[in-house]
Nanobody, 124 residues
Framework: VQLQASGGGLVQAGGSLRLSCAAS????????MGWFRQAPGKEREFVAAITMSGGSTYYADSVKGRFTISRDNAKNTVYLQMNSLKPEDTAVYSC??????????????????WGQGTLVTVSS
């Protein structure tokens, strides 16, 4: 499956952005989808994940209550709505797909496919 992330940009603290990740290739609905981010000089970290049906979601503590992950299997797209953004949210955000549609996974090494990142910059 090929993944294409978009929607990044520059936003002031307290603002919102919505990231999109469009998938093509194999059946999108058979994958658990995740969002990860990597800030300069830091390790890649888990942000959010959603199972095949969208019935289960999971968030990193740092974004819980501010970010929402969702998916539209008819459009082969997963979204990350980011509200109340903080400067510490600045990072390159990447989407990933894992070939197990029912299991939430937070370890980036266990994802099978990755899209290119999209840069989110939050100014103070």
């Amino acid at each position: 499956v090929q993944l294409q992330a978009s929607g990044g940009g520059l936003v002031q603290a307290g603002g919102s952005l919505r990231l999109s990740c469009a998938a093509s290739g194999r059946t999108f609905s058979r994958y658990t989808m995740g969002w990860f981010r990597q800030a300069p000089g830091k390790e890649r970290e888990f942000v959010a994940a959603i199972t095949m049906s969208g019935g289960s979601t999971y968030y990193a503590d740092s974004v819980k209550g501010r970010f929402t992950i969702s998916r539209d299997n008819a459009k082969n797209t997963v979204y990350l709505q980011m509200n109340s953004l903080k400067p510490e949210d600045t990072a390159v955000y990447s989407c990933a797909a894992k070939s197990d549609p029912h299991v939430i996974e937070t370890q980036h090494r266990l994802y099978d496919y990755w899209g290119q990142g999209t840069l989110v910059t939050v100014s103070s």
